[in-house]
């Protein structure tokens, strides 16, 4: 059974999601009809095969078409407003990072929904983002980046997924402590940034592993550091930034699923088991490592609890740096 493609079935999409309004869930006919996937970030990269694979994995034990919605942009706060209007009847979920709780609540201005309208339910794994640079840059070091970017404040230029983003954060993060001052390009997502990255149009980023790893290992991309507080099997030998002088220096992002709020617990616990059951297939295994991602299935509580600390600990971070996106 293959996971249903939005573009795909058009219209068709359109009539059931209409047909549903008139449908009332129940815990004990949930699901009765196709389920709606918000993801709020672009088609394609690394994490696309984690993604179809771990949707085609639920819509086999939901018995019900899993429809993949990709709803990119503002660093997913337009995903994430969809998900916040729709009705909590539990036929419409949304995959993303954790960074559209932790982290754009306190840089942006205005996220354009309600917060409160949305409730995390399982985190499937995480990983870490690795600082790369084009081989012209002529750095080998995280060293020698300071070194030339102190040398010339403002002159060299630095990629991420979106203004907000955890590329974004991370990298002001890194140069409030070593002192320097990079010029910011953001993309809509993490593929424009990686592509022009390789073609040398901007010069360095802290970009997602999955996006990265291949083109390192080609020599495509030089890597200086990863900035999990743990070294990357991918990627051996690459130094944390934490261990290159910069102590606690820890940015781990984890990646789940959230629905509304108003949702059904025994809806939400369903889907959590079916995820659980999902995360052990060694297909589902293979699409998260080949995405340099850990697979771990959380709770609602623990994955609640996850959001809290790390919401407290981006806090920290976005006061240091003084980061703010209109």
């Not at 639920?58 to 019900?64: A, C, M, N, S, T």
């Not at 036929?91 to 932790?102: H, K, N, P, R």
């Not at 339910?121 to 983002?129: A, D």
């Not at 590329?167 to 910011?184: Q, Y």
């Amino acid at each position: 059974m293959k996971v249903l493609s939005l573009v795909a079935i058009g219209s068709l999409m359109s009539v059931m999601i209409g047909m549903a309004d008139t449908q009332a869930a129940t815990p004990q006919n949930w699901p009765g009809r196709p389920i709606k996937l918000i993801v709020p970030f672009p088609a394609g990269g690394g994490p696309e095969r984690t993604i179809r694979t771990i949707s085609q994995g639920l819509q086999e034990r939901l018995g019900q078409p899993v429809i993949i919605d990709y709803r990119p942009g503002a660093s997913g706060n337009i995903g994430a407003a969809d998900l916040a209007k729709a009705n909590p009847d539990g036929y419409t979920w949304m995959l993303a990072q954790d960074s559209l709780f932790t982290i754009n609540p306190l840089i942006f201005e205005s996220l354009g929904f309600d917060i409160n309208a949305i409730q995390p339910v399982s985190m499937y794994g995480n990983f870490v983002n690795v600082l790369v640079c084009n081989p012209s840059l002529n750095v080998t070091s995280l060293e020698g980046l300071i070194e030339k970017a102190k040398a010339g404040p403002g002159e060299i230029y630095y990629a991420s997924s979106g203004a907000g983003s955890p590329g974004h954060l991370v990298t002001e993060m890194l140069s409030s402590r070593a002192g320097i001052k990079m010029s910011h390009v953001p993309y809509r997502g993490p593929m424009p940034a990686v592509q022009d990255l390789l073609g040398g149009h901007v010069d360095c980023g802290f970009l997602a592993s999955p996006s990265v790893v291949e083109h390192v290992k080609a020599g495509r991309m030089v890597a200086l550091g990863s900035s999990g507080a743990e070294p990357l099997e991918s990627l051996e030998g690459l130094p944390t930034i934490d261990s290159q002088g910069f102590p606690g220096f820890d940015a781990t992002f984890w990646t789940g699923f959230y629905t509304s709020t108003g949702v059904d617990k025994e809806i939400t616990d369903r889907f959590g088991a079916a995820l659980y059951e999902v995360l052990k297939e060694e297909a589902v295994l293979d699409a998260m490592e080949f995405s340099d991602m850990k697979p771990r299935w959380t709770t609602q509580e623990e994955t609640q609890e996850i959001i809290e600390n790390l919401l407290n600990q981006w806090s920290v971070v976005v006061q240091q740096v003084g980061l703010k996106v209109e």
